[in-house]
């Protein structure tokens, strides 16, 4: 992680990796470099002038520090090695992209969320049905095994003369 002097002034243009409270970890677009930028309440956030008909409010809140947005920050290094930023600037149309291909991650998040746990209600019922055919053939099995006893002894029972003796004992 590239470390800024105690006291010294730096700006850096950079792609947000992540955000952890009120730092900020960034890739230095110049050297491929991680930075810290330590974001305050004195901290100004805004929107650089887009090429829009309609003027806005340029100040943005500390939630527009979005994983992916390119920004720009001004500040003075601290103690800890951070930039500790006066200034965090950024394109509108850039965190429009940002924006939206967060809600698109999110989204997709949820669906695949969704179709896991309709995958796994599947395999559950699945599991069900198998139980439930396993009964079913030990049943008939079951009733097999009735049926060809039943059979053996109607066929005992036809050998057998008025007598009651089976037919094989006749002389």
Do not use: W
């Amino acid at each position: 992680m590239k470390q800024i002097p105690n006291g010294q002034k730096a700006k850096v243009k950079a792609e947000i990796m992540s955000r952890n409270g009120d730092l900020v970890y960034v890739t230095d677009v110049k050297d491929n470099s991680t930075v810290a930028i330590n974001v305050s309440d004195d901290t100004k956030i805004e929107r650089k002038k887009a090429n829009h008909a309609f003027a806005r409010d340029s100040k943005m809140d500390v939630t527009a520090m979005l994983p992916g947005l390119t920004i720009e920050a001004e500040g003075v290094g601290n103690a800890q090695g951070q930039l500790a930023a006066k200034k965090i600037s950024f394109y509108p149309d850039t965190f429009a992209i940002e924006v939206a291909q967060e809600q698109q991650i999110m989204s997709n998040k949820a669906a695949a969320s969704q179709a896991q746990s309709t995958a796994s209600e599947g395999v559950a019922n699945a599991a069900q049905a198998q139980s439930s055919a396993n009964k079913a053939q030990s049943s008939a099995n079951t009733a097999q095994a009735s049926a060809d006893l039943a059979a053996q002894g109607a066929i005992v029972g036809r050998r057998c003369d008025l007598d009651g003796e089976p037919a094989s004992f006749r002389s």
